[in-house]
């Protein structure tokens, strides 16, 4: 299984970035492996795009928009999973999600994540992501 979180620096056990789509570093994992590569995409979308292009099949996040989460749907492969909204590093979220210690997000618990990023981060029309 192939992992991807977005986190705040390249370095050993960064916390997580709480804005996924504005993550500068994205935290990949696979068969153990940690790699801290860059975000060179712009917005959400775009970052869902790159991940799946990566074939990654499980992304773990804090919050996430209404557009990128749309985006996750119509491709349909990957899953979400929540790492909570308080600051956590990578090592204490691999370890919650070996343990299965995560929330996995769907229609039916999304809407709470959506609203928090909408609160912390409004969207207007400039803003949009096409």
Avoid at 27 to 37: F, T, W
Avoid at 70 to 93: D, N, P, Q, W
Wanted: aromatic residues 6%.
């Amino acid at each position: 299984m192939k992992l991807a979180i977005p986190v705040k620096m390249n370095k050993e056990n960064p916390a997580i970035a709480p804005l996924f789509g504005k993550a500068k570093w994205f935290a990949i994992i696979k068969d153990g492996e940690v790699m801290i590569i860059p975000n060179n995409q712009s917005g959400g979308q775009a970052v869902i795009e790159w991940l799946y292009e990566m074939k990654v099949d499980a992304l773990l996040i804090q919050e996430m928009g209404i557009n990128p989460y749309e985006k996750v749907k119509e491709h349909g492969s990957m899953a979400l999973y929540h790492t909570g909204f308080e600051r956590i590093l990578l090592k204490s979220v691999l370890e919650k999600f070996e343990n299965n210690e995560l929330m996995i997000l769907d229609d039916t618990n999304m809407d709470e994540i959506i609203k928090h990023h909408e609160k912390r981060h409004p969207h207007d029309d400039s803003h949009l992501e096409k």
